[in-house]
Structure formats: structure tokens, C-alpha cells
């Protein structure tokens, strides 16, 4: 057949042809017919026809007249009537995702207005990153960090009075010399890991399974408190500048969560570009802040507005443990560093060149950022309120009670939600990652209407949600519980790099081990330090989930493990050349016309049927027996008295009794039903059926067949 | 074969042997075979063996040697193995009962601790009541409405201030007339009706269905409110006596509800005995407290306590309506009047008699105490309070607050929570009415483990304990919704007994009439009354409710009936000679053990089997069908391709098509089922069968057949 020539069939035929090397149904798919049918998929599907039943499209691949060419051709069916449907490859039209039931259709249609309409799979985007928005998407989190980095010093501090305030700049240039090792490090996991070197494949591949998951663990733990921290501190950076409500805050934290919910239900296409702005508006925001408090602090002009918290007296003496507990409390400004590592297939060629840059650049900017918002609270002498954030005082101090104070303030808020956003795309990936090697429910591989990973999205939404309520929304009483998670995975990735390079022996191993061994040294010292001086305050919460957590993802891998092996064919398993015969058990109360349908039913499936009446007196059984003759005589009745009344039971005693007689064949049970018009008639008619149901389903070698008498209208 | 010669191939078979006349399996079931059937049933089953599977009897039935002469044979299997299974009778032993999971095991546990073990039908009760218990068990009711009628009285002429309370006794006088009218015309009812005179019967038989709705919800409603009123009023009269417990009064009456609940689902069998002993004690208690108290007042000797109410200025004057108001509340008095013409057929022979002279007795107690009480306080002056009954304050001022008060009250309390008790037998008995003639739903009409009418027990004590909460165990609150509905049934009944003698035309059928007319006539107008003068406060609610539940009742009937029409056989209907093949569609995902499985089975009820797969890429399309022609190559394979990645759609689309190319065959769908171990496992499984199930389950001419893979242990 010539590729233009429209099939007499099918008069709506349209052809689109495209060459092709291999054919369809017997080599192995190739990366290049790959690329071919994600073309073939992107081309919008035919629009549907005005007729009820256009749900399918006939698909048909044929190969062409010269030489590996090959054509796709859509068929449209006329007037709903697919040519032929017992064979072939069809494709469904968006008029499939249309429930039935109106509370199906209802639901859709909630789910349209708020995510919006479903996406085709060949709609994934393929979007690349600038450096630039790149920045912007992958620092947020790390930067959002300074928000709050500061006040957990000064917090910590104080418990030795306002002397002590004057260690927040030491202990910060220290966080920043963690920094600095940390991204070093990471900078060669970037290098070595092209395709995206995230704590958990990069432990998978080079310390196994259990450390793999230690690292998958924390970093779910931390995603899951980024969430809360980030929306925590957001809500408190917005009510420092509106304290009036300040007393709805966990509501209008909860109430942040629900939409960026929504808003990564609905799938971010244009990501980039929304995270650009705010990201940039921060990082310029507080960089005047920090010249326009650095000039009133080094040229003595008093601040805008005295912020200078009055003298308190420590509870405890400054020792090293305390300033250790302010280090580890000042830990939280590395949270999200690793968020390049994980992203690099996202940057534009050459990927690693530009997320090292990129990596350094935020490294950079977060130093300054937090060592510059730390000098300024010193200098200004601010301590942290329950209702007023560092930042904000800091502010106000510069720049008055002013519309560039509203902007510092808005900024940070808004970062701080964009981070809380970041965990929204990294906690589903890596759930997506986890269930693909069956370590988490495979419901977290499937993606939603619009593409998004929703079961992760919805987990995340909810495990947040709760540590919200839990923490009333407190950033200072969620932080203890953060750190230690995130610095359990640095340290397995490093660690990771350093047997990496130990393997590999590839050119400079030695220099390169050196750099992850340090950094692995480091973060896991680190990790130390904030899980002794940080246990009693939180992080012994972390410390016991992340175990639990871990034989959980143990148990679900064992299971599909099991699932998997029970389910795999051997090589010459293959269906039964000669089919057996069902033993077939019809159990029914009276003969009507829903029963005949029935018994016609069992009879069409096999020769071999029994029916089964269960009653509590013998004059209906035997009144049953009278009519059966005549009416379906054919069937041998097998009438089970059931002095108790009970209808289950006895039926059970039956099917086990039969089951013992026909040992090798699966029995079926063929359950007359009767379907009413409306749902409320349901509790017209006893539900035996369904208790029988479920009851059977769990029986072994047993088929239940449902057949539905329907009402005539 | 000979009678006493044991099956040799059953070696525990046990004959008993009796004569009968009929063919078991052609003659239509005699009134003497019924009588046999009851008696052979009523032989206690054979204990079961202690071997696994000794659910099931054998259950012979053979002609003798003798003409008419019937052998029935009960044959206990040996190790659980039946001799023949395909057809016969058997009994099912206790042991069906125990359910198989560890939840329904833990669930008739709990049961079998609360209610009870299981009662075979057999074990059904045939008690015959004599005068004396039949008095205490119809009577409860009907007496026990003194305890609170007064009150009523009291409190609504005391509107009209303390000066009004003369009233009180001639408003009682006019109820006592009432009482001899409607009794009067009652004892007509039984001498008609000795099989039962219930007004839904005697309204439907004479007037027609929609009067003998009006009358069956009028009582139904009656009923709820008989529990929610004598329990509350019973709570009132305890903690008249026990003040301290006044605030959990609520609480108290609710417990009472649950108590009366678990006995009633008992079944209460000794009941008669039981009922005996507080009502006696009652009448006795109060008419002691009558002559104490009448002695008091007469010999002028001052009352043990003052109880004696301050002077009180009413709010409006004394009017015909203030006395008319006052008579309604009154009416209260003649509640439960009606139980004893429900329940003819409970007494010892001559029933009818019996029951006359039984109402005759009730009515002339009821009035001596009601009258009785009215009386004392009027002359002891007290007025009903919040905290304490009139009969609490009557009996305190006859003996002082010593242990005649006490069992006074105890007797009060008791006898009103038997005549709650009453309604618990005659709301389920009128559904179990209803649901026979189709205006109730029919589980009403199942007897539940202990032969109880469960369903019906349960709606009582849920809507009583509604009412109970709502008006928070007010008893002045809920009188008034209380009398309209029974005085309705009142007016019904007694008119259908006109109707009745108009058209039979018996001897005396004039003087008949005459007085159930006037019955007729005058409950008629006291209904009008009553719901005239208490319409605002509360009647409405009665009166809304009636008409409602009357249309309910409709739509029920119109559903059965429908149904019946639906269902019912023609003459010649019968079963199909030759069966169809039916078309089998297969959904899969992928080829493993228990999609073989599944395909297998297909093959084995029908040649005709298609398999389908759902998948979001044409890659893993592709995959499947290269594996497919090895494994499964004689079942034709369809692929739908889903760029929205849902299954369910596509696929209904799929089966809308074949059904069209099918259209005269029902379509099979077989749906190969994974069913883990533990049911948490099923978290680890997309339920996409269950959701096509739910939604197969409403499509006409589709049957579904469940064919569960178990994991192998």
C-alpha cells in the first residue's frame, strides 16, 4: 500500500510517515525508534470526534516501500466503530480520563480547576538551565538558610548571657570553613557523577544497599524538614513584619503548604523563570541590608531604629560544650548545599563545568550573606524574640520602619517558601528513585495528571503538615531535629567518593580521596557533634526514626523481593495446551430472573455446575425443589439447611467440602447479583454478595465471578 | 433398605425414623409435614465431630417400608469427608459459625460475650402467658405513665400560677373518662382481632394502606419516644432520690438504653418471670403511698416532709385553653394503652378473654394510681421542679425520707424501664410487619445469633438514644412530641373497627359500631387537640416526621415492588438449552505466574479470549508482544497505549468497543488478582482491579470474575 493513499476503510485515515530502520515487532528497541516514537507522541493527538464512542484510535505501523522505511497511521474510527479490536495496538484519547459515575466526573472536574488539565506523557519538559536560573533553583534552599542560621547561634549563645553574643562571629567564620570543605567535596562528586550525584546513588553505587539507605533516609527526614523549617521561618520573617498575626501562624503555615501543594500538583514548567526573581531580589535585598547596617555600624551613625536588647545574665558559664552546641545550632545554614550535586543533568552542556561554578558561586554568597547578617546582629546587639526574627531587627535597624525593610522582609519570606518548593521536587525524585529499585510502594513511581510524582507530593504535603502542627510552628524547636539528618548524608556521600576513588585509582586518585576524605572526616565529626549536643533538644527524634525508617524501606524491598520471585517465569512456563474445566458452585436464594441469568452464566462457562441454596427452613428448601425441576433441571440443588441463619458459614463449609472433592481445579463461584438503580437502594438488599466476597478473595484456588443483574428501566 | 441398618459407607449415621404421608419432593408441604419439619428440627443437632471439617450434616430423607412411612437420617461424615456432594440436603453445624479471619473470630467472641451463644430457629419460644404475668408484661407500659402524667398536669396549669393546681383533679377525672372510652372500644378489638389487634393490622385490613402506614409511623414514632420518655422519667425518679447523680443524667439514661439493648439482643426468654416482680411491687408501693398519704391529709395529720411550693403568680389567667393544654399533657396517661390488643395471641386459651379481662384490670389500676397520685399532690401542694418527680415529692411527704420512699422510687424507676423495655419488643415485631409486606427494608425481618429481631433493636435504641441526647433526657420536653403520634394510631384503630362492623354487619353490629365510634370520635378530637395546643411545643416535630416517614415507607414498597416485577418468572421461562461462549477479555499488565494464571482460566470457561494491556509507552508494548508469541501466542494480544497513563479509562473504552462488536453475549472480564499475606501488603499494590470492579460492577451484561494468585508460602 503507498504511504499517501488514505485507507477506503477508514475514511478518516491519516498517514504520517517517518523512516525507519528496524521492524516493529521483532528487533529490540533501539535509542534511535526511541527517539522516533517520543517524536511520534509529541505530535498532538487527533481532536476527538463529535460521536460518543471516539475514545480509541487504531494505531498501525506498516513498513514502507523502500528499505527500513516505516509509517504510522492514526486511525480515527467512523462513527465509534473500530475495524477490527480482537488485535492491535490502539491509543486512547483524552475522553478516556471522563469518569462514568457523577462523582467520578465530579471529581475530575475539582481536579482540573485545581491542578489544571492532564498532560500527556510525551508533555514531560526537557528544560535546561541557564547558570543563572540555575542559581536561582538550586540555591534557594541553601541560601534561604542564612534566614535562620544566625538566630540558632545567638539563641544558643545566650544561654550564657549577652557577653557571649560576641562568639557569634568566630562560630559563624567556623560554619563558613565547613562550608568551604563541604563544597570542595562535593565539588568532585559533581565531576565524577555527571548524570546527577545524589547521596543515595552515589552510596548505592560504591558502600552498598544498608548505607545507601541510611543516606536515602536522612535526606527523605530532610526534606521533610526543610518543608517545615523553611514554611516555619517563612511564616515567622512575615509575622515579625505583621504581628498582629502573629497568634494564626501555624494556620498560615498549613495554609502555605496546601498551595505549594497545588502548585507542584499542577507541575512546574516554567520553574526556572519563578524562582529567578525572588532568589535575585534576596540576595540583592540583603546585600544592601549589610552595606546599609555595615556603614551605620563602621561610620557610628545610630541605627534607624534601637533594636539593642537590654543586658541578660546567662544561666550557665561559657564553656566549649556551649559553643559546640552554637556551632551545631548554626549547622542548619548547610542544609540544602547538596541540592547541585543531585541537579547536574538539569544544567546546559557542559553539565558539571557549570554546576561546579554555579556550586562555588552559592557557596560564596551564602558566606557572605550569613557572616554579614551574624557581624550586623553583633553590632546592632539584637538577641532573637519568639516574634521577631533576626533578620527583621537587623532590618529594622538599617532601614527603619520603610518600605526597603517590607522588602527585605517579603524576600526572605518568599525565599524561604522557594526552598520549602525545592523539597517538593526532591523528595518525590528520590521516592521515585527508592521505589524503582522497590525500597518504597511503587505507587511512588506514577506520575499524576500532570506529570508531577503526586503520591510523593501528597507524603511530603502531609508528613510536613504534621510536624507543623506537632511544633506549632516553631522554627527553633524543628531545627535540633534537622541538621543531624542532613549531615548523616553528606557524610555517607563523601565517604562514598573517597572508596570511589580508592577503586577507581583513575589519575590524581590520591589528591582527589584526600579532598572527599577530609570533607568525609569533617561532615561526619560534625555529625557527631550535633547529635550529642543536640540529642536531648530533638535530634534524638531523627536518630530514632531514621533506623525505624530504615527496616521499613528493608521490609517493603523484602516483600517485592518475594512478590517478584513468586511471580517470574521460568523458560519453559508457558499456558496449558489443554484447558481443564472449572467446577463451578452457583450459590443463590429462589429462582427469579436474576438467578436464570446466573445459572445460563455458569452453564456457558462449563458443563460442570452446582447450585447451592442455604435456608433456615426446611419447607423453603423443599418449595425451592418443587419449582427446580421445571425450571432449571439441568442444574443438580444442592439445598444446606442453616438452623443458625447464618448464610456465610454454611456456604464456606460447602465450598471447602467441594474443594476437597475437586482438588486440582480452581473452583469458581459464580454470585448472582443484583444491581439497583440508585446507590441508596443498596440498603434495600442484604449484602451477602459482598461479605462472600471478601470473604473468598482470600481463598486460595478459588475464581469469584460477580454476575450483575441489572434493573430494566 | 431397612431403617435400623446403618449406611455402611457413613459408619456414624443415625436414623430417626417417623411416619409421613407425603412425597418429599412433589406433593405441595401439608400443615401435618410442617408440624414433622418443626419437630425433626427441634431434635438437638448431633454434637460436632472433633475433626477440622465437620461443618456440614448429611441429611437423608427416604421412604419407608410402610406407605406413607419417612425415614430422616442425619449422617455425621467421617474425618470431614461427605459421601456425595453434588446433590442433597445438609444441615450446618454451630461451627459455620466462626468466622475464618482473626477479626470475625474476634468479633463473635465479643458477641458470644455479650449477647450470648447462638440459638437455633428451633429454639424459638412458644410462652403462654397467664393473667397474672400477662398483666405485669402488657401492663408496664400503661401503669407507668402515672409516674409522670401528673407532672405534665401540674406543670401546665401552674402557667396560670399555684391557684390553678385545683384543676388538676378534674383534669385527671376527664382522662380517667378517656381511658374507660378507649378501653371500652379495645375490648372490641380483641374479641376481633384474637389473633392479634396491632393498629397497623386492623387499620390495613379495614381502611387500606395509606391509613395503616399513618397508623404503623404513628406507633413506630410512639415507640421511640415510649423508650426515650420512660427512661428519661425513670432517670428522673433515680435521681430524685440520689441528687448528686442529677448532672450525669443524661449519661445514666444512655447506659440504660445500652443495657436494655444487649438484653432485648439476648432475647429476653424468661420474660414473663422477670416482668412479674416490679410491677407487682409497684402497684403495691404506690397504692401503700396512697393510703399513707390519704391518711395524712384526711386524719389532718401533717406530711413526714413539707413539701409544700411556695405561692407562685402565674404569667397568663386561667383559661379553657390553659385546661385544654393541661388535658394534653394529661393524655400521656393512656401511653401503652394499646399493648395488650397487640398481643392476643400471647395469652393462654380463651385468649380473647383473657386479654379483655387483662385490659380491664390494667385500666382500672392505671386510673387508681394516676387518679390516686393526682390527688396527693394537690393536697400536699407540691409543684413539679427541674430536680425532682411529683411522685418523689409525693412519696417523701407520705413517709419521710425513710426506706418506704426509697423502694417507692426504686419501684418507679424499675417499671419504667420495663415499659421502655416494652417497646423494644413491639418496634421490632410492627417491622418485622412492614418489611414482610415490603414497606420496610427486609433485613427487618432477620432474626439475629439469639433469635432477636437485631436490626429492629438497633434502630430503637439508636433513635431513642438520639432523642435522649438531643432533648437531653428531658422528660417535659419530649411529651409533647409523645402523645400525638399514639393518639393517632388510637384514632385509626378504633375507626377501622367501624368500618369494619359497617361492613360485616354481625349480630349487634349496630351497638359495635356505636361504641368504636365513639372511641373514634373521641380519640379523634383529642388528637386535634393535642396537636392544636401542643403544636409549638413540639408536636410539630411529630407531625413533620409522620408524613415523611410515610412517603419513606412509599418509596421502599415502590422500590420491592419494582424489583418483584423485575425479577419474577413467566410461566415459561426456563433455562437455555444451548449455552452461549461467552467473549472473555483479559486486562494485564505484563506476563508472570499469576497472569498465566489468569489466562488460563479465561481459556478454560470460553475459546474466545482476547488479552489487553494498558501502557504508557509504546516501548514496553513492544516488549510484551516480542515475549508474548512464546508464552501465551494462542491468545491474541490488544495493547492501548495511554498518554494520559491511566489504565481504568482506556480500558472501559476498550470494553465499550468489544461490546459492541459482542453485542448479544454477556462480555466476561477475568482480572488476574495478586493477594498478599498480610493486608498492610496491599499498600505495596496499585488497587487498579478493585477501582475496575467498582466501576465493571454498574455496567449491564458484563460479568467480572476475580481470579486471586496467592503467593505461595
Excluded at 541578660?312 to 566549649?320: P, V
Excluded at 512456563?573 to 436474576?594: A, F, M, S, T
Amino acid at each position: 500500500m503507498k504511504q499517501s493513499e488514505p485507507d477506503p476503510r477508514a475514511p478518516e485515515a491519516k498517514g504520517s510517515h517517518e523512516p525507519d530502520t528496524s521492524d516493529a515487532s521483532e528487533k529490540p528497541t533501539s535509542d534511535r525508534e526511541n527517539e522516533q516514537n517520543r517524536n511520534e507522541s509529541k505530535q498532538p493527538p487527533p481532536a476527538a470526534l463529535p460521536g460518543a464512542e471516539a475514545d480509541l484510535y487504531w494505531r498501525e505501523v506498516r513498513k514502507g516501500a523502500l528499505p527500513g522505511e516505516r509509517y504510522v497511521r492514526i486511525v480515527r474510527p467512523q462513527a465509534g466503530k473500530l475495524r477490527r479490536i480482537e488485535r492491535g495496538r490502539f491509543q486512547a484519547t483524552e475522553r478516556t480520563l471522563v469518569g462514568r459515575s457523577w462523582l467520578s466526573r465530579f471529581w475530575s472536574r475539582v481536579r482540573r480547576i485545581l491542578i489544571g488539565r492532564p498532560l500527556t506523557t510525551a508533555d514531560l519538559p526537557h528544560e535546561r538551565l541557564s547558570k543563572t536560573k540555575a542559581l536561582a533553583v538550586f540555591a534557594s534552599d541553601a541560601l534561604s538558610s542564612s534566614a535562620y542560621a544566625t538566630d540558632e547561634i545567638l539563641l544558643a549563645l545566650l544561654a550564657a548571657g549577652t557577653m557571649a553574643l560576641q562568639w557569634t562571629l568566630p562560630v559563624a567564620m567556623a560554619i563558613v570553613m565547613l562550608v568551604a570543605i563541604v563544597v570542595t567535596s562535593y565539588r568532585q562528586t559533581i565531576r565524577a557523577y555527571p548524570h546527577g550525584g545524589g547521596s543515595y546513588m552515589v552510596t548505592r553505587d560504591n558502600l552498598g544497599t544498608i548505607p545507601s539507605l541510611f543516606a536515602a533516609s536522612s535526606l527523605l527526614v530532610g526534606y521533610v524538614l526543610t518543608v517545615a523549617v523553611s514554611i516555619s521561618s517563612g511564616v515567622a520573617n512575615f509575622t515579625s513584619a505583621v504581628p498582629d498575626l502573629f497568634e494564626y501562624r501555624v494556620q498560615i503555615a498549613l495554609a502555605f503548604i496546601a498551595v505549594i501543594t497545588l502548585v507542584n500538583l499542577r507541575g512546574v514548567r516554567e520553574s526556572g523563570t519563578i524562582f529567578a526573581a525572588p532568589t535575585y531580589v534576596f540576595i540583592l535585598a540583603v546585600l544592601s541590608m549589610l552595606v546599609v547596617g555595615g556603614w551605620r555600624l563602621m561610620a557610628g551613625v545610630p541605627p534607624a531604629e534601637d533594636v539593642r536588647s537590654p543586658v541578660i545574665e546567662g544561666s550557665e558559664a561559657l564553656s566549649l560544650l556551649l559553643l559546640m552546641r552554637a556551632f551545631s545550632s548554626g549547622c542548619a545554614a548547610l542544609t540544602g548545599t547538596e541540592a547541585v550535586a543531585d541537579g547536574v543533568p538539569a544544567f546546559k552542556p557542559p553539565e558539571w563545568k557549570n554546576a561546579r561554578t554555579t556550586l562555588t558561586i552559592m557557596a560564596v554568597t551564602l558566606s557572605v550573606l550569613f557572616v554579614g547578617i551574624s557581624f550586623l546582629a553583633v553590632g546592632f546587639g539584637v538577641v532573637p524574640q519568639e516574634d521577631e526574627t533576626v533578620v527583621s531587627q537587623v532590618a529594622r535597624a538599617s532601614f527603619g520602619d520603610s518600605v526597603p525593610y517590607y522588602i527585605v522582609q517579603s524576600a526572605t519570606m518568599l525565599i524561604l517558601v522557594l526552598a520549602a518548593n525545592t523539597a517538593f521536587a526532591d523528595f518525590p525524585r528520590l521516592s521515585f528513585f527508592l521505589a524503582r529499585d522497590h525500597f518504597m510502594p511503587h505507587q511512588f513511581q506514577l506520575r499524576g495528571d500532570r506529570l508531577a510524582f503526586s503520591t510523593g507530593i501528597t507524603a511530603l504535603a502531609v508528613l510536613a503538615g504534621l510536624l507543623v502542627l506537632g511544633f506549632r510552628a516553631d522554627t527553633h524547636a524543628l531545627i535540633p531535629l534537622y541538621a543531624v539528618g542532613v549531615f548523616i548524608s553528606f557524610t555517607f556521600s563523601q565517604a562514598s567518593m573517597v572508596r570511589r576513588w580508592w577503586k577507581s585509582r583513575e589519575p590524581s586518585w590520591r589528591r582527589n580521596m584526600l579532598v572527599n576524605g577530609i570533607g568525609a572526616f569533617t561532615t561526619g565529626v560534625v555529625t557527631l557533634v550535633v547529635a550529642v549536643t543536640k540529642f536531648q533538644s530533638g535530634a534524638w527524634i531523627t536518630l530514632v526514626i531514621l533506623p525505624t525508617f530504615i527496616l521499613l524501606l528493608l521490609g517493603i524491598n523484602r516483600h517485592y523481593r518475594r512478590v517478584n520471585a513468586a511471580l517470574s517465569l521460568g523458560p519453559s512456563d508457558r499456558l496449558l495446551e489443554e484447558p481443564y474445566k472449572p467446577h463451578v458452585i452457583v450459590p443463590l436464594q429462589g429462582l427469579h430472573r436474576g438467578t436464570i441469568y446466573a445459572l445460563n452464566y455458569a452453564r456457558s462457562i462449563s458443563p460442570d455446575v452446582v447450585a447451592v441454596t442455604v435456608t433456615d427452613s426446611a419447607e423453603e428448601g423443599e418449595a425451592l425443589r418443587r419449582d427446580w425441576g421445571r425450571i432449571a433441571g439441568e442444574v443438580p440443588l444442592v439445598i444446606l439447611e442453616s438452623p443458625y441463619r447464618t448464610l456465610v458459614g454454611p456456604l464456606l463449609a460447602y465450598i471447602d467440602a467441594a474443594q476437597a472433592r475437586h482438588p486440582d481445579t480452581p473452583l469458581t463461584i459464580v454470585l448472582p447479583e443484583f444491581v439497583p438503580r440508585h446507590w441508596w437502594e443498596f440498603f434495600l438488599h442484604n449484602q451477602t454478595a459482598l461479605r462472600l466476597k471478601a470473604t473468598l478473595f482470600f481463598r486460595p484456588n478459588t475464581a469469584v465471578v460477580d454476575v450483575p443483574f441489572h434493573l430494566p428501566e
